[in-house]
């Protein structure tokens, strides 16, 4: 059995569009997220998940995938980013730029760094009017992250991890579309993904399997940052979560 310890990360994630009108800020935008895994020890990292975030930038909100000990789980992580526009000569670009900060309770620390010009005009048709936003479909980078672990020797004789993946953001157009078109707020459009990731049968490590929303589960795995999943040297595969075509959530 994998030993898996998962330490809080904080988490400050920068994604943005153009050419919107203020009412825009309360609509969404819905990015997959992908973890290769290239290289380190001792660490069950994250290998997907989703990203919603505010359509102009704001706080978003990340359910990030694993497989621990064979078991498919996921962790919510609301409220734990925000995001920005990058623009060079005539160039624009939508930035991911994530710091895991070890804090006093975590001995875990590294970043996140992911960008992609933004080429891809598309509408947003919304209960109150119809958006044009510009953004990047693709957003390439990578990920590291690494825990002394306090210098504390597992019980198969491992201490500390390491990991060094790459990270890509797909943007998930049916879905933003779709949820924006219902107009559904950041936290529904949270909790429909979760929905779709539990369909896929993702499940939060302490829950049953009750509804995430309906308040009955063993816990919704909500938090204000991510982790790592550090364990005696399995390495992550690519994102079990794939997109999009499920029954409505």
Request: charged share 20%; net charge negative; proline share 3%.
């Amino acid at each position: 059995m994998t030993a898996v310890i998962r330490s809080l990360f904080l988490l400050l994630l920068v994604l943005a569009g153009l050419h919107l009108a203020p009412s825009a800020h309360a609509q969404v935008v819905v990015y997959r997220l992908e973890f290769k895994h290239q290289d380190g020890f001792n660490v069950d990292y994250y290998t997907g998940g989703y990203l919603a975030a505010p359509l102009l930038g704001g706080t978003g909100n990340f359910i990030l995938t694993a497989i621990e000990n064979g078991r498919r789980v996921l962790d919510a992580s609301p409220g734990s980013g925000t995001y920005f526009l990058a623009r060079s000569g005539d160039k624009r670009y939508n930035v991911v730029s994530a710091t895991i900060g070890s804090g006093a309770d975590s001995s875990a620390n590294g970043s996140y760094v992911a960008s992609g010009e933004a080429k891809r005009t598309i509408n947003i048709v919304t209960p109150t009017g119809t958006y044009k936003i510009k953004l990047a479909t693709v957003l390439k980078g990578e990920s590291l992250a690494a825990d002394d672990e306090n210098g504390t020797v597992k019980f198969n004789g491992t201490v500390g991890t390491a990991d060094f993946s790459d990270l890509t953001l797909y943007f998930e157009e049916g879905l933003t579309k779709e949820y924006n078109n219902d107009g559904f707020s950041l936290e529904e459009t949270a909790t429909r993904l979760t929905r779709l990731l539990r369909w896929r049968g993702f499940a939060n490590p302490d829950a049953t399997d009750e509804d995430p929303d309906t308040g009955t589960g063993t816990g919704t795995g909500t938090g204000t940052g991510t982790g790592t999943r550090a364990g005696n040297g399995t390495t992550a595969g690519t994102s079990a979560a794939q997109s999009t075509t499920s029954p409505a959530p």
